[in-house]
Structures are given as C-alpha cells and as structure tokens.
C-alpha cells in the first residue's frame, strides 16, 4: 500500500472535468512523477491532494488514513506539504523568517505561551533558527539568509520554496514543477537534492515536464491527459508508450 | 497653566490615546492584512463600557475591563463571518459594522440616551496630588508604554510571524500547516479589545461622550496614521499618529488665531485626504519600514 492513495477522484469546474476518476498510488520514499501536457489536470490533482478543492466525489488516502475533504491547514499537518508552480514566497519577509514560519508546532504559535513564557519560546526559537540554517546551507543559499526573499533570484526563491517545506518535516512532499523556469544546472542540482532527500526516507509526487530529468529521477510515471491517467509504469516503459507520444505529438 | 502649555499638554494627551488606537489598526492591517474599516466602533465600544460603567458607580478599572471583555467578544462574534470574506468584502463589512454600532448608540436612549450623549463621565483617580491634566498625560502615556510592549512581544513572537505570512501569503500559510482563520482571529480580537483601552480613555479625559464624536472619519484618521507612519513599524504608527493628531489638534484652535478664510476642521479633512493620497501614491511604505529581521 502507498503512502497516498487515491481512488476514483472527481473534480470538475462548471461544465469541466479536471479530473475524472483519477487513482493513483505514491509508494513510500519513492519519487512518482504526474506527467502531461498543459492543462491535463495536474495542478488540480495536487490543490484536491493537499485540500484546496475538496474533490466531487472519490477518496483520498494518506498512510492509510482517509483525508479527502481536509482542511489544507489539516493535511500539512498530517506531513503532506505541497510547493506552487510560482514559488510564491514571502516577499517582504526576510530567507529566514520564511524559514521559520513553516516550523511545526510552535509554542510561540500560541499568545498566552508567547505573553507568560517568553524563555520557553525563545529556546525553541534558537533551535529552529539551528534548523533552518542547516536546511538553508543543504540548499546552499545560506548566504543570502538576511536578504528580502523577493530580492532572490528565481531559482533562488524555488530553492526557498523547497526549504521553507522542508522546514515543516513532511513526509511527503508534492511538488508543482519544482524547476520550471530554473537554469539546466541548477534543475539538475535540485533534483540532485530531492534524491538525496529521498534516501532520507521521504516521498514525493512531482509534477515535471522534462522529460530527461524524469528519466533519471523518477521511480513510477503516470501520464495525465484530460483529466484522465493515460498511462502508468517505469520511466522507460512510458517513454516508448504510444499513448504518451499520442498525448505530447499527435496521433 | 498658560494656555498654550494647556494645548500641548491636551494635544498630547489625544496623541497617547490615538497612538494606541493606531496601534491596534496596525495590528490588524499593518502585520495582517485585515482591512478592516470598522476600527471606530470598537473605540466607541470602549469609551461607552467605560462610561456607562463608572456613571453606575463602579471605579475606573472595572469600565476599562468590562471594555475590553465587551470589544474582545464584539469582536470575535464580528470576525465569524467577516474574516471568510475577500479582504474587498471584509473592508465594505466592516465599514457597515462601525455605522451599526454608531447607530445603536443613536437609537438606544434606554441605555446611551442618544444623541445627548454621557455627561459628568467620572475622572479616574481625581485626587491625585498635581494638576489633573499633566496627570492624565503621564497615566495615558503609561497606558501606552504598556500597549507597544504588549504588541512589540506579540508581533515578534512566532505568532506574529504567522500573521505576517497570512499578510504575504494566506494560502501558503495554510498549506504550511496554519490554521489561518484562528491567527486571524485572534488579531481580530486582540485588536479590537486594544481600541477599548484607547476608547476608556477617551471617555474619562472628555468626561462627555456623545454618538456624532464616532463618525466613520475617526476610522480614516486611524488609517492615515498608520499609513503615514508605516504599516508593520508600531514606532513609525506612533509618529503617524503624533503627526495627524497635532495637525488635528492645531486646525481646531486655528480659528482663535488667524482666520484663513476656510473653516479650519473642513480644511482638517481636506489635508487628511491629501496627505493619505500623497503617501499612498509616492511612499505606500509610508515614513518608517517594517523592520527585516534578521540573524
């Protein structure tokens, strides 16, 4: 069993359907890739997983436990954290403190914590401070730690974006094309990164549409073409897929 | 005392209690982002817990706590529906808010009688050995120390730091694991029970209250403060408020001095407007940043 499962998922806007019946399993400390061309339905996939849109019908599974229809705040609880395709930082907050919000369960979180026991909150803060900077340094932009996080370049602020859900402790991370828009170098460098992660132990399901990058990182493939999984299978095997070459050149 | 030493004194007494005031709106726009427009009400909730309070006989403390209690829980039972609203709707929400509490103390004689308003409001601690109204500074100006401490603590803390990614970013937020409304809240409230205080005391200095003195424009006076000052820095809201209030203070006398050929509180308004224009098109930042934290 996976460690996000999920059967038979509806979701339509109006009179489209953006996602129809769409199963999917994501193995544990595996990394599965969502392929397809614009508009397929991936993003949607991803805002129902992490419980933006709660789905029309079908249902969601994470560890085994049902989570369809969570609220998002409930499901990043629960260790799903998911990034955006934009990066969407805090811009006018500085590296760290975009760090820092996303730690978990903060005592200073809490006013009467924050008001009667400064110290207690003060030492979990330096811990988490610790924290962030190794995460900040494993991403190597430590550096810019101090600096507005909308100063950042953008694969600067994709970096962040990783790190800031990285500070949450998921185990399982979905990523909304974690290197759309970032240099062949740096995409490389962060994939690097996600596999490194991966031997940690965590999981992820990655919406990407380099097909070269898949191919070297990808454990599982599922292809989505309106609303529908058109294909499923090891990287290789849907790289010779007729479906696939259907969906991205034509019949 | 000289007159104009008795103007500074009063200005300044009015400044300590908009500060606080602007304080609270900073809170609650400055770091969070909640537009709201509705900050008079919760003011003139205080000033008439306060007042209604201590006209029944019980001492100043408990009028200034029965206001806050009374906002605070106002102002939950507000942030319910209000806070599910785009911050467009929840401006326009809010606004309406504030008129229905200035209506109520309009209509409800029974309780507020009406448009005559409170009189003879008692004046906490009277027989302080020194001249009233240099007392009244100092303890309004405590009233503030303790007000920017309170909400220094709060607006650096984690919790703080949760507002001002909700400011940012609401559904980042959440998708990091905050449960978003119940920080909203919890500002929403705070901030509402913290314009009591500023209403307390402004019920006790005045001694007379009456609905006409809580129009919406005290809303947009708050509003430029903070503003001007710069949202998210509490020392640059303090100067906005400093700054709008002597501009305040100094058109109502200006009739006595000179006359310029315009009634001088029209004039106030025009300035506001203008100076809340200037800033918003050539320094939204308004004179003092928010301070970037830093390791």
Same mark, same amino acid.
């Given at each position: 069993?996976?460690?996000?499962?999920?059967?038979?998922?509806?979701?339509?806007?109006?009179?489209?359907?953006? *996602?129809?019946?769409?199963?999917?399993?994501?193995?544990?400390?595996?990394? $599965?890739?969502?392929?397809?061309?614009?508009?397929?339905?991936? %993003? $949607?996939?991803?805002?129902?997983?992490?419980?933006?849109?709660?789905?029309? %019908?079908?249902?969601?599974?994470? %560890?085994?436990?049902?989570?369809? %229809?969570?609220?998002?705040?409930?499901?990043?609880?629960?260790?799903?954290?998911?990034?955006?395709?934009?990066?969407?930082?805090?811009?006018?907050?500085?590296?760290?403190?975009?760090? @820092?919000?996303?730690?978990?369960?903060?005592?200073?979180?809490?006013?009467?914590? $924050?008001?009667?026991?400064?110290?207690?909150?003060?030492?979990?803060?330096?811990?988490?401070?610790?924290?962030?900077?190794?995460i900040l340094e494993f991403l190597e932009i430590e550096?810019?730690?101090?600096?507005?996080?909308?100063?950042?370049s953008g694969g600067q602020q994709k970096l962040l974006a990783l790190g800031?859900?990285l500070?949450?402790?998921?185990?399982? @991370? *979905?990523l909304?094309?974690p290197v759309a828009g970032v240099a062949p170098p740096l995409a490389r460098k962060i994939f690097e990164k996600i596999l490194e992660l991966r031997?940690?132990?965590?999981?992820?399901?990655?919406?990407e549409?380099n097909?070269d990058v898949?191919?070297d990182f990808?454990?599982?493939?599922?292809?989505?073409?309106?609303?529908?999984?058109?294909?499923?299978?090891?990287?290789?095997?849907? @790289?010779?897929?007729?479906?696939? *070459?259907?969906?991205?050149?034509?019949? | 005392?000289?007159?104009?030493?008795?103007?500074?004194?009063?200005?300044?007494?009015?400044?300590?209690?908009?500060?606080?005031?602007?304080?609270?709106?900073?809170?609650?726009?400055?770091?969070?982002?909640?537009?709201?427009? !509705?900050?008079?009400?919760?003011? &003139?909730?205080?000033?008439?817990?306060? &007042?209604?309070?201590?006209?029944?006989?019980?001492?100043?403390?408990?009028?200034?706590?029965?206001?806050?209690?009374? &906002?605070?829980?106002?102002?939950?039972?507000?942030?319910?529906?209000?806070?599910?609203? +785009? =911050?467009?709707?929840?401006?326009?929400?809010?606004?309406?808010?504030? =008129?229905?509490?200035?209506?109520?103390?309009?209509? =409800?004689?029974?309780?507020?009688?009406?448009?005559?308003?409170?009189?003879?409001?008692?004046?906490?601690?009277?027989?302080?050995?020194?001249?009233?109204?240099?007392?009244?500074?100092?303890?309004?100006?405590?009233?503030?120390?303790?007000?920017?401490?309170?909400?220094?603590?709060?607006?650096?803390?984690?919790?703080?730091?949760?507002?001002?990614?909700? +400011?940012?970013?609401?559904?980042?937020?959440?998708?990091? !694991?905050?449960?978003?409304?119940?920080?909203?809240?919890? &500002?929403?409230?705070?901030?509402?029970?913290?314009?009591?205080?500023?209403?307390?005391?402004?019920?006790?200095?005045?001694?007379?209250?009456?609905?006409?003195?809580?129009?919406?424009?005290?809303?947009?006076?708050?509003?430029? #403060?903070?503003?001007?000052?710069?949202?998210?820095?509490?020392?640059?809201?303090?100067?906005?408020?400093?700054?709008?209030?002597?501009? =305040?203070?100094?058109? +109502?006398? #200006?009739?006595?001095?000179?006359?310029?050929?315009?009634?001088?509180?029209?004039?106030?308004?025009?300035?506001?407007?203008?100076?809340?224009?200037?800033?918003?098109?050539?320094?939204?930042?308004?004179?003092? #940043?928010?301070?970037?934290?830093?390791?």
């Amino acid at each position: 069993m996976g460690i996000l499962e999920l059967k038979e998922v509806t979701k339509s806007f109006g009179g489209v359907v953006a *996602l129809n019946r769409v199963s999917l399993e994501v193995e544990e400390g595996e990394i $599965t890739a969502l392929l397809g061309p614009n508009g397929s339905g991936k %993003s $949607t996939l991803i805002n129902v997983v992490s419980g933006v849109y709660p789905p029309d %019908s079908g249902r969601i599974f994470f %560890s085994g436990k049902e989570i369809t %229809s969570l609220s998002p705040h409930e499901i990043a609880n629960l260790g799903i954290i998911r990034t955006f395709q934009v990066p969407r930082v805090f811009k006018n907050l500085s590296v760290i403190e975009n760090m @820092l919000v996303a730690a978990r369960e903060q005592r200073g979180e809490s006013l009467a914590t $924050t008001l009667f026991r400064w110290r207690d909150v003060r030492a979990q803060e330096e811990e988490n401070i610790r924290k962030a900077l190794e995460i900040l340094e494993f991403l190597e932009i430590e550096h810019m730690k101090n600096e507005y996080a909308g100063n950042l370049s953008g694969g600067q602020q994709k970096l962040l974006a990783l790190g800031r859900a990285l500070m949450a402790e998921p185990k399982l @991370l *979905l990523l909304d094309e974690p290197v759309a828009g970032v240099a062949p170098p740096l995409a490389r460098k962060i994939f690097e990164k996600i596999l490194e992660l991966r031997s940690k132990g965590l999981s992820f399901l990655i919406i990407e549409h380099n097909v070269d990058v898949l191919m070297d990182f990808a454990g599982f493939v599922y292809v989505l073409h309106r609303g529908e999984i058109v294909a499923k299978g090891k990287p290789e095997e849907i @790289l010779e897929s007729k479906q696939v *070459l259907e969906v991205y050149f034509g019949e | 005392m000289s007159t104009l030493l008795s103007y500074l004194v009063d200005t300044l007494i009015f400044i300590n209690i908009f500060a606080i005031l602007a304080l609270s709106l900073n809170l609650e726009v400055g770091v969070t982002r909640l537009m709201n427009f !509705g900050k008079v009400a919760f003011f &003139a909730i205080g000033a008439y817990s306060s &007042a209604l309070v201590t006209l029944a006989g019980y001492p100043f403390w408990l009028g200034l706590l029965c206001g806050i209690v009374i &906002a605070g829980i106002t102002g939950f039972l507000v942030s319910i529906p209000a806070l599910r609203l +785009r =911050e467009d709707y929840l401006a326009i929400a809010t606004i309406a808010f504030g =008129e229905i509490i200035r209506l109520f103390l309009l209509n =409800e004689r029974w309780l507020t009688r009406g448009p005559i308003g409170l009189r003879g409001i008692p004046r906490p601690l009277k027989d302080v050995p020194m001249d009233y109204q240099t007392f009244y500074l100092l303890f309004s100006f405590a009233f503030l120390v303790v007000v920017f401490l309170f909400l220094h603590r709060v607006i650096s803390s984690p919790f703080g730091r949760v507002l001002k990614a909700i +400011r940012e970013d609401e559904l980042v937020a959440q998708s990091l !694991g905050k449960n978003t409304f119940r920080f909203k809240a919890q &500002a929403f409230v705070l901030g509402s029970s913290i314009a009591s205080i500023a209403g307390s005391l402004f019920a006790h200095y005045l001694t007379f209250i009456s609905p006409d003195m809580f129009m919406p424009t005290v809303t947009f006076a708050v509003w430029t #403060m903070v503003v001007v000052g710069g949202r998210g820095n509490a020392l640059g809201v303090v100067a906005g408020a400093a700054l709008i209030q002597f501009m =305040e203070r100094t058109t +109502r006398i #200006m009739k006595d001095i000179a006359d310029i050929g315009v009634e001088p509180v029209n004039l106030r308004m025009v300035l506001l407007g203008l100076l809340l224009i200037l800033f918003i098109m050539y320094r939204p930042q308004g004179i003092f #940043m928010e301070k970037k934290y830093e390791v």
